[in-house]
């Protein structure tokens, strides 16, 4: 991707920098920054998609959210695949967001490997389907506010905004 290129977030993210970003990259930049960027509160990645580093290590308390920015960056036409599956013509968006949901909760194993950034492609590709819904869930939910409960259900609703598309195809 040439450095010219705007970069966006692909969802909103509660407590995101977004509205930082250009304040923060500026800090950045003053402290000659080169070498490896370390964004050890990733959220949506605004910071990190403003100033595309040639590297990075990215984290974030979420797991989930990790797994999304892996199998962008490994397999970005599997993932996009994968979201096309989740698609119910046959349902309302409120209707699509409630199963997705249910199967969400229903299908987590709680299984995420703690070395995410170690995962091969075939290893992506096995935690493919959750993070998928994941994705579709944080979307298509109020003001990108996530939840989990302490048994580790999802419980966060979505908003009334239901005309945005599933991601840009760009």
Not at 10 to 19: A, M, N, Q, T
Not at 75 to 86: C, D, G, K
Request: charged content about 20%.
């Amino acid at each position: 991707i040439p450095r010219s290129t705007r970069l966006r977030p692909v969802f909103g993210w509660l407590g995101g920098k977004h509205s930082l970003k250009k304040i923060l990259c500026s800090i950045i930049k003053k402290q000659s920054f080169s070498g490896t960027y370390f964004e050890p509160f990733c959220g949506a990645g605004s910071v990190l998609l403003k100033l595309q580093p040639k590297k990075a290590r990215l984290n974030d308390i979420n797991p989930y959210l990790m797994l999304v920015f892996q199998v962008l960056k490994l397999i970005p036409s599997r993932f996009m695949q994968t979201l096309e599956t989740l698609q119910r013509p046959n349902l309302s968006i409120k209707e699509w967001y409630s199963q997705v949901l249910i199967d969400f909760n229903a299908n987590q194993q709680h299984v995420i490997p703690h070395a995410l950034s170690e995962l091969t492609k075939e290893q992506l590709n096995e935690v493919l389907l959750p993070t998928a819904r994941f994705y579709f869930l944080v979307k298509f939910s109020y003001g990108g506010i996530i939840k989990f409960t302490k048994n580790g259900m999802y419980s966060s609703c979505g908003h009334e905004n239901w005309e945005e598309s599933l991601y840009d195809k760009d």
